[in-house]
């Protein structure tokens, strides 16, 4: 019997959708859980600063990246009359699944709390519906219009290091970041690294890994719609 609330997808990429989701669930609840902080301090620790514009990222991000790996799975459903439906009815599952996991993680250590940043569970869940209504949007006018996205001019080639030829790794990564309006979190999830990594790369602490700068690269070309280089630079220069 098929499920109201997703297309009637095989058996089998119903379990490989799950299989992705919990994948997903692993890579971002580690992030959450850095965000807990002990509910006892002793006085000869300082106290840690509330963080909840980093909290509510962090949530976004693993909400998105939850949304995306089902949404992607019903591309061949795109011209059936139940498609923004079914997309809605994703986001509202998203949004539940986000606010479980902040639930069962937050109950995982009973010395430490996420609630310390001072989010409450309708702000995560405004924020969340928020991010997840745009992408339903966004889902639904691509269905609507898929030969409208522009192409990038093949001729056209930036190089980000002729922009500013003194500019270090670091500063290059953060002027990107700022133009693609990506938050640390969301590029800790494309490069594979934990945000604390993004956060030093941005402030010059730590030189990326080629490995690194080749995934920036991509990460921003595709954000920014046409090619993008980080300028090389020596360790002096950072």
């Known amino acids: 019997m098929n499920d109201p609330e997703r297309p009637p997808l095989d058996p089998i990429v119903q379990e490989q959708i799950r299989q992705l989701l919990h994948g997903v669930d692993r890579q971002h609840w580690p ?89 409450t569970r309708p702000q995560m869940e405004k924020a969340l519906r928020d991010t997840l209504t745009g992408m339903v949007h966004h889902y639904t006018w691509m269905a609507a219009n898929p030969a409208t996205a522009p192409e990038p001019p093949k001729s056209e080639v930036v190089l980000e290091a002729h922009e500013t030829p003194d500019e270090s790794i670091g500063k290059q990564i953060k002027r990107l970041q700022q133009e693609c309006d990506i938050t640390a979190e969301a590029i800790a999830e494309y490069l594979s690294v934990v945000p604390r990594s993004i956060y030093k790369h941005l402030a010059g602490q730590t030189i990326p890994r080629r490995k690194h700068i080749a995934a920036y690269e991509r990460l921003f070309s595709e954000r920014l719609n046409r090619s993008v280089t980080l300028q090389k630079v020596s360790k002096r220069s950072v």
């Not at 514009?53 to 693993?62: E, G, N, S, V």
């Not at 790996?69 to 699944?97: C, G, I, K, M």
């Open 31 to 119: 992030f959450i859980a850095e965000m807990r902080v002990a509910k006892f301090i002793p006085p000869s620790i300082p106290v840690p600063p509330q963080l909840p514009l980093q909290f509510l990222h962090i949530l976004r991000t693993y909400a998105s990246v939850l949304f995306k790996t089902e949404a992607d799975q019903y591309q061949q459903f795109r011209d059936h009359r139940n498609y923004s439906p079914w997309l809605s009815l994703l986001a509202d599952r998203t949004v539940v699944r986000v606010l479980d996991a902040v639930e069962k993680i937050d109950q995982g250590d009973p010395l430490s709390l996420l609630g310390y940043h001072g989010v």
